[in-house]
Each structure stands twice: as C-alpha cells, then as structure tokens.
C-alpha cells in the first residue's frame, strides 16, 4: 500500500527543467525554446512533450492545443506591460517621464524572457481566433504608447522602436547590457515624440 504522499503517475524521463516551476511553466519554457529556436509550424506537441520529459496526454492535460501554449506564451509578452502602464496612469507622472518609464519597462520584458518569443509575433496563426486576447493585450499596450507619445503615429513609431529589441536579440550574437539598451530605447523614444 502507497502511502499518502507518494507521487501520482509516471515519472519524468529527465531531469526537471524549471526545478522551482511547475508542470505548466516547465511545458510553456520548453515550448517557448522550441518556438523561438526551430519555428512555431516545425515544432509538435510531441517534441514539447519530449523535451519536458512527460507523456504527450499529459501535455493535453495542462493545455488543449498548440495554440492555447502559444497564446499563452505571447500574452506573458506583453501583459505585464499593459499592468505596468495602467499602474503609471495612477501616479500622476508627466508623460514624457511616464513614456520613459514605459519603454525602459517594455524592453526589459522583452530582453529579459529566457526566450526571444517575440519574434513568433508576425506569424500569421496570430490573425486567427485563438489569439484574439493576445492581440487585444497588444492593443491596450498600443493604446497606452499613443496616449503616453501624444498621437497615433508617434505612439506607434515607439512602440515599433521597443519591439525592435526582439529582432536585434535574435540578429545580434551579443547585446549591450540590458540597462545600458533600455536607457538607449527610452532616449530614442523621447526624440521620436519631440521631432
């Protein structure tokens, strides 16, 4: 007879890749590798699976579909960005200092995820139903930069510029520290709403 505390189910084929993570997060890391490594179409749920070191039925059982792990993972990319801005409105900060603060918060989130994610950003499934909270995310973010940047165009130059830090991670084989980039972006971004 087991006793209460024994472990449930098959154990892992490996060792645990986010010892601190749960299943979820150690599916969504692996996913995310594989995503920004190999391609979003030449990755499959099995080789997820593989790499996390479960059965693919357990995979199902955290999430439904490949989309649903995409979702998630682009919506992790720019959520704390729109709680981020919502949280700026609140302090009463001019908005030059508030678009600064923004922007330098943006690029972190963007240079700061273990994986470069964002740049599954422009694939066309992004267009399709199972990302519709993303790009409504993305959306309320955009919102948030033209209203910080005093219009429509400068607002989407900026947040053009911050993206920007996903193509030079994926392009670039080392990157300026962090802090030095997000101070060089929020400079840029002030210049654009001046000019």
């Known amino acids: 007879m087991s006793s209460p505390t024994a472990s449930v189910g098959r154990p892992r084929s490996g060792a645990r890749?986010?010892?601190?993570?749960?299943?979820?997060?150690?599916?969504?890391?692996?996913?995310?590798?594989?995503?920004?490594?190999?391609?979003?179409?030449?990755?499959?749920?099995?080789?997820?699976?593989?790499?996390?070191?479960?059965?693919?039925?357990?995979?199902?059982?955290?999430?439904?579909?490949?989309?649903?792990?995409?979702?998630?993972?682009?919506?992790?990319?720019?959520?704390?960005?729109?709680?981020?801005?919502?949280?700026l409105s609140d302090q009463g900060l001019e908005p030059s200092d508030a678009l600064r603060a923004l922007v330098r918060y943006d690029v972190g989130v963007l240079l700061g995820a273990r994986w470069n994610v964002g740049i599954l950003y422009a694939l066309p499934e992004i267009a399709t139903e199972p990302f519709t909270r993303f790009r409504a995310e993305r959306e309320r973010l955009r919102l948030a930069y033209r209203r910080l940047a005093g219009g429509d165009v400068p607002g989407d130059l900026v947040l053009g510029l911050v993206e920007s830090v996903i193509g030079m991670r994926r392009d670039l084989s080392s990157l300026p520290p962090h802090e030095q980039l997000q101070d060089a972006v929020a400079a840029a971004a002030l210049r654009l709403t001046t000019a």
Do not use: C, N, W
């Open 17 to 87: 890749r986010l010892p601190s993570g749960s299943a979820r997060d150690e599916i969504l890391d692996a996913a995310a590798e594989l995503f920004a490594g190999r391609g979003y179409a030449a990755t499959s749920t099995r080789m997820i699976a593989e790499m996390v070191g479960v059965r693919q039925a357990s995979l199902y059982y955290h999430f439904k579909t490949k989309e649903q792990i995409l979702a998630e993972l682009l919506e992790s990319t720019v959520r704390p960005s729109v709680d981020y801005a919502s949280a």
